[in-house]
């Protein structure tokens, strides 16, 4: 079988002062996932982002950490995925998710941004909203007024652990995803 090309993003906002935050919980899971892999991050400027590639379950994998702010995600990922031709059915995109319960996390392919403001630019940007997610669940504050200084401060240490683990869980299913077996890794990952 030929190997793929893969951009595989995570959402957060770059800077020292939201690495910890639970709106950056997609960098969280490159990280891990840059780890596993063996490959480190460097800044593209052309790309505004930081980037690792490598090769991952047999696929050619770039992994993309945009150096914008959350509503300007799409800006990163179109210019990857445009330079390299990737196609959107092969973009993965991580990202945290209000409407699930803390450590719960659900792969689906398309859909709506659900209010996420950067999964609204990259669909903007990329034309198409038929990506997959990696949706993590971090939770809601109980009233939308908190929202914002909820996701943007950081969880409880149990809350993180709960976070850290939906993160393992989803990485044991990602050959799955990238050889295209998108029923074992969301039967899988949805029983956890």
Known sequence: MAMTNWLIAGLGN????????RHNVGFWYLDQLAHDAGVNFTVEKRY???LAQGQYAGHKVFLLKPLVF???SGQSVAALANFYKIPVTNILIIHDDLDLPVGTARL???GGHGGHNGLRDIAARLGDKDFLRYRLGIGHPGDSSQVTDYVLSKPSQPDRQLILSAIDNSLRVLPDVLSGDLEKAMNWLHSQ
């Open 14 to 21: 770059p800077g020292p002062q939201y690495e910890q935050t």
């Open 48 to 50: 505004h982002a930081q």
């Open 70 to 72: 959350m509503n300007r």
């Open 108 to 110: 689906k392919r398309g």
